[in-house]
């Protein structure tokens, strides 16, 4: 018989850590939470196979913020609506193909290098304002977000802001291939 050493602390930190509650580590794991309870207090010692699930679900988790934490950039460089190409043109450099519009804190569109060259022909066009040819939002997700929802989004749009408290960053598919090749 194989004995297991006392997990109860083990799990209960690891899963704080990782930001779950009982109830999402329940669920994702397929048990009651009421069992997740009970190891979590001692009461109930989980077999083997139970044990092993809970802490790779944990440990999955936890893999996950670290890789996006290490793969966001933080210092985000936006625009605003009333900003005008010209700054546009400034900030996106050579450097970047999307730079997202921001104004009182939200979200408001995205403005791609594509939508730039249409107006290269334009008379005045350094004077056009950026919410004159802003495009869609990008989607915006939580630090604690598991990085396969972050690849999923990165197959439909450029980029993916995240948000922790107030502040945005952003991950881009050129930040997430970099990773890949650490």
Do not use: H, W
Not at 40 to 63: M, R, V, W
Not at 81 to 101: A, H, M, R, S, Y
Not at 137 to 161: C, G, M, T, W
């Amino acid at each position: 018989m194989t004995y297991l050493p006392d997990l109860t602390n083990e799990i209960k930190n690891l899963r704080k850590k990782a930001n779950l509650t009982q109830k999402q580590l329940a669920k994702i794991v397929g048990v009651n939470q009421s069992l997740i309870s009970q190891i979590e207090l001692g009461t109930k010692n989980p077999s083997y196979k139970l044990a092993d699930k809970i802490l790779s679900t944990i440990n999955s988790k936890l893999s996950n913020e670290v890789i996006i934490k290490d793969v966001i950039t933080k210092n985000l460089i936006f625009v605003t609506p009333n900003d005008t190409v010209n700054e546009v043109l400034n900030k996106i450099g050579n450097k970047f193909d999307q730079l997202p519009v921001i104004e009182s804190g939200k979200n408001v569109g995205t403005v791609f290098s594509k939508d730039l060259i249409k107006l290269f022909d334009k008379k005045n066009f350094r004077q056009i304002k950026v919410k004159d040819i802003m495009g869609i939002e990008l989607p915006v997700i939580n630090e604690s977000e598991s990085i396969y929802r972050i690849q999923k989004l990165l197959q439909l749009f450029d980029a993916v802001l995240v948000k922790k408290n107030n502040c945005f960053g952003i991950i881009t598919r050129s930040d997430l291939i970099k990773k890949m090749k650490n």
